[in-house]
């Protein structure tokens, strides 16, 4: 998977972003600062770095700056910049894309997959998954527990097909509610509780007693590995 770095000062939106990035198929790793974004860079050496401008610790423009000195990784600037002389500036300094904010998640993802194709580093996403005797598949948009197809609403399809993409991962509400609306309300986040409810009563053989997915107090769900 390609590796995504990160460097975002409004943690709200790093979350926001890491969750569509990784549904999408990449490893995301984070920073919020550019001091720090720069020693990530050079230590893990990402496939493409999403770079907002506004940082503390050092400048987005001079982390790009420092970046492009090391070689040609893609480079999208994220901003909320509109003057058009940080876009050019930007650009000049080797930017591959930008994006001003706000932004739709989806489109961000987009636009990293664009770049990364350009770049020859496309995540191949899966559209079929299995845990143990359960199997999901998306362009079907089919579940199936051992052997017998179960019948989900889009609501607990999305749930069940962000869990079974990585399992053993832990959800918060409000990814889970992202995953199955496209955009998460934190008003409505115990939802999920009623849709993981539903859900078990359609895949678990003892709901009581869950042998998929599993509650992590205090956090959210995950789905258990098998």
Avoid at 110 to 122: P, S
Wanted: proline share 5%; net charge negative; hydrophobic share 40%.
């Amino acid at each position: 998977m390609p590796t995504i770095l990160l460097v975002e000062d409004e943690s709200e939106l790093a979350r926001v972003a890491q969750s569509y990035l990784e549904r999408g198929g990449m490893t995301v790793v984070t920073a919020a600062r550019g001091d720090t974004g720069l020693s990530l860079f050079l230590q893990i050496k990402p496939d493409l770095v999403l770079l907002d401008l506004n940082l503390p610790g050092m400048d987005g423009l001079d982390v790009a700056r420092e970046i492009r000195r090391k070689g040609e990784t893609p480079i999208i600037m994220v901003t909320a910049r509109v003057e058009e002389t940080d876009r050019l500036i930007g650009l000049e300094l080797g930017a591959d894309d930008y994006i001003l904010k706000p932004y739709s998640p989806r489109e961000l993802v987009a636009r990293v997959r664009a770049v990364l194709r350009r770049a020859g580093a496309a995540p191949q996403v899966a559209r079929r998954f299995q845990e143990g005797d359960l199997e999901l598949d998306l362009d079907l948009h089919q579940v199936v527990r051992a052997g017998q197809a179960i019948d989900l609403t889009p609501s607990e399809f999305g749930l069940l097909a962000a869990m079974i993409a990585q399992p053993g991962r832990v959800f918060s509400r409000l990814q889970l509610l992202e995953a199955a609306q496209g955009m998460a309300y934190e008003g409505y986040e115990r939802t999920v509780d009623a849709h993981v409810k539903n859900l078990r009563s359609k895949l678990e053989p003892d709901p009581k007693e869950p042998r998929y997915i599993e509650t992590v107090f205090g956090v959210g769900y995950r789905l258990r590995k098998i």
